[in-house]
């Protein structure tokens, strides 16, 4: 497993609730894009689906510690609904639920990998466990078994490409301007490096 302890250092549990606050704010502001996407049409609205999965992987590529993405999507849904989203106490159970999801693909692999692959795996899952809420709270009613299905599609692969590559590339970002010293992100890319030169 990636770091020396599976226990939250104080610095780990200072950046996880600055990434749950900010992700709170994308994720209400995050309702007028999707509005907008969603008057256009219904598959346009789900590829900023992705943007509510982003703080669990964004936490755990940066922590790499088990329970991480879990807790930083419930946080993140949490200050959502403090801010006032329109899901009301649903949002909750989405963030619980999309939390589950992004933490099984670092899970599945017993926290050893948090590449790119397996980031866009994390984004994925949590869109796929974003789909039975939506289900039964009727978000699929009235649907096009084909606009469904490119609905379906098109969550996923936002849940990949917006959780998953964009989190790669911002946080490796963050990483090379130092900001990230001191957190697995770093720490284990440098253990990696001395490895291979040893």
């Keep these: 497993m990636a770091g020396s302890s599976r226990h939250l250092q104080f610095r780990e549990i200072v950046i996880l609730t600055f990434i749950a606050a900010a992700c709170s704010v994308v994720f209400i502001n995050a309702w ?4 907008v996407a969603q008057a256009v049409h219904p ?3 789900e590829t900023t689906y992705g943007i509510w999965f982003v703080a669990s992987t964004l936490a755990a590529y940066i922590i790499q510690k088990p ?3 879990f807790v930083a999507e ?3 849904a949490a200050g959502e609904l403090v801010l006032g989203s329109p899901d009301v106490l649903w949002v909750l159970l989405y963030g619980g639920l999309q939390g589950l ?8 692999l017993r926290y050893r990998r948090f590449d790119l692959p397996v980031l866009a795996l994390s984004g994925a899952l949590a869109a796929v466990a974003s789909i039975p809420l939506d289900a039964v709270t009727g978000y699929f009613t009235g649907m096009q078994p084909g606009v469904l299905a490119g609905a379906v ?3 996923l692969l936002s849940g990949a490409v917006v959780a998953g590559v964009f989190t790669k590339v911002l946080v490796d970002g963050l990483a090379r301007t130092g900001a990230l010293n001191g957190f697995a992100v770093v720490r284990n890319r ?9």
Excluded: Q
């Excluded at 440098?190 to 291979?196: P, S």
């Design 32 to 35: 007028t894009l999707w509005s």
């Design 43 to 45: 598959v346009l609205a």
């Design 67 to 69: 329970g991480v993405a």
């Design 74 to 76: 419930l946080a993140a």
């Design 101 to 108: 999801g992004a933490e099984a693909a670092f899970a599945l």
């Design 153 to 155: 599609a098109v969550r």
């Design 190 to 198: 440098r253990d990696r490096g001395a490895g291979l030169a040893g």
